[in-house]
């Protein structure tokens, strides 16, 4: 009798070792849930006599340990699991195999469930890094394509305006990377959070200067070039102003070619 127990054990752990071979590269979460509950339910059909054996109950426990393990393999694959994590975990767990040669059967082997503070603290640090690169990716996104709002001014050249809106997306984003640095996974983007840090002030320092520049130029403007008594009364003002006009309207007219605001940033003498 229980040289029939073995024989069929046998059976169901063909199909373990199969699964065991597969290479984690190649791994389908619902592929080998699949396969591990289809064996658990070959082995919930075995006949009484065979299932009264402890080689029975020893085996079906270890296939349950099998099928939790799967779950974790399945949080282990998600996209927060970048090679340094691995690196870690390999090397906390002893495995003493390259992350690109691992197969299923090095991380049953390794005892995840036994493991699992092991397991858990990287996976949370893999979080914790995944929403801060994400907080980045967003912040690059937007400022790669974030567009001026332009407004036709007279015949002469276009102002800014959506204001508020600008402002709005500036101070959130440097609120963000203030929240970031708060961060105990801050470390690792330290060198690509603080230049956009850095340039994030820039740009509200240089388009706080711009608001009240260009308010100041439109009543000017209006004062200036709106009446002819003006003109001849202040002529030495008039004459000053004409050269501001000039070069205001110069940028202006550079702003509205390539109104994106990484884009105007760059132009030689902004500030």
């Known amino acids: 009798?229980?040289?029939?127990?073995?024989?069929?054990?046998?059976?169901?752990?063909?199909?373990?070792?199969?699964?065991?071979?597969?290479?984690?590269?190649?791994?389908?979460?619902?592929?080998?849930?699949?396969?591990?509950?289809?064996?658990?339910?070959?082995?919930?059909?075995?006949?009484?006599?065979?299932?009264?054996?402890?080689?029975?109950?020893?085996?079906?426990?270890?296939?349950?340990?099998?099928?939790?393990?799967?779950?974790?393999?399945?949080?282990?694959?998600?996209?927060?699991?970048?090679?340094?994590?691995?690196?870690?975990?390999?090397?906390?767990?002893?495995?003493?195999?390259?992350?690109?040669?691992?197969?299923?059967?090095?991380?049953?082997?390794?005892?995840?469930?036994?493991?699992?503070?092991?397991?858990?603290?990287?996976?949370?640090?893999?979080?914790?890094?995944?929403?801060?690169?994400?907080?980045?990716?967003?912040?690059?996104?937007?400022?790669?394509?974030y567009e001026l709002e332009l407004i036709r001014y007279q015949s002469k050249c276009r102002l800014i305006r959506g204001w508020d809106d600008l402002f709005t997306q500036i101070d959130e984003h440097i609120n963000n990377i203030a929240s970031m640095k708060m961060s105990p996974y801050y470390k690792v983007f330290e060198e690509e959070i603080v230049p956009w840090d850095e340039k994030l002030q820039k740009i509200r320092i240089v388009f706080d200067n711009w608001i009240d520049v260009q308010r100041r130029y439109v009543y000017l403007e209006g004062i200036f070039f709106g009446s002819a008594d003006i003109k001849s009364m202040l002529s030495?003002?008039?004459?000053?102003?004409?050269?501001i006009d000039n070069e205001f309207t110069q940028l202006m007219k550079k702003v509205a070619q390539k109104p994106i605001v990484l884009d105007v940033m760059s132009i030689q003498n902004l500030q």
């Open 236 to 243: 030495a003002e008039f004459n000053k102003f004409r050269g």
């Open 1 to 145: 009798m229980l040289k029939n127990v073995w024989a069929e054990v046998h059976k169901v752990w063909q199909n373990i070792d199969a699964i065991n071979e597969t290479p984690l590269s190649a791994y389908v979460h619902k592929k080998v849930k699949e396969a591990l509950d289809s064996l658990n339910e070959m082995m919930n059909d075995f006949p009484n006599r065979l299932r009264s054996h402890n080689v029975y109950d020893e085996y079906k426990a270890l296939l349950q340990k099998y099928r939790k393990t799967n779950g974790l393999f399945l949080e282990l694959k998600s996209e927060a699991m970048k090679p340094r994590h691995w690196k870690q975990l390999l090397t906390k767990l002893r495995i003493k195999v390259k992350f690109n040669d691992l197969i299923l059967s090095n991380l049953w082997q390794a005892d995840l469930i036994k493991n699992n503070k092991i397991v858990a603290e990287i996976l949370n640090e893999a979080r914790g890094e995944l929403i801060l690169e994400e907080f980045i990716r967003s912040i690059k996104d937007c400022w790669a394509k």
